[in-house]
């Protein structure tokens, strides 16, 4: 089993920053790579940001220059720190850990919600 409890969502205005984290536990022996997802309201889930294990980050044109993802190995935490927010940026954000298992496997988390509003 594969345990992923994100937390830092929230309610923020325009311009403003919040920082998501996302703590893995429980038969993560072999994580590949982690990162970040959304999806808006009667839109399709998007990739914001990922952190492969060999550091090559990779982000949405729409986020590159503003939203930052870091990884801390020891503790099997993946960060997305959020700035100069925008409406658009409205959604839910999903942490994604991948593990090599029989291939690769892919896990979610629950997703929190990011509103951005004035």
């Known amino acids: 089993q594969v345990q992923l409890v994100e937390s830092g969502g929230g309610l923020v205005q325009p311009g403003g920053s919040l920082r998501l984290s996302c703590a893995a536990s429980?038969?993560?022996?072999?994580?590949?790579?982690m990162g970040w997802y959304r999806q808006a309201p009667g839109k399709q889930r998007e990739l914001v940001a990922t952190?492969?294990?060999?550091?090559?980050?990779n982000y949405a044109a729409s986020v590159k220059g503003r939203f930052t993802v870091s990884r801390d190995f020891a503790k099997n935490t993946v960060y997305l720190q959020m700035n100069s927010l925008k409406p658009e940026d409205t959604a839910v954000y999903f942490c994604n850990v991948v593990l090599v298992r029989n291939g690769f496997q892919s896990y979610w988390g629950q997703g929190t919600q990011v509103t951005v509003s004035s």
């Open positions: 952190m492969p294990n060999s550091g090559n980050l």
């Open positions: 429980g038969s993560i022996s072999s994580i590949a790579g």
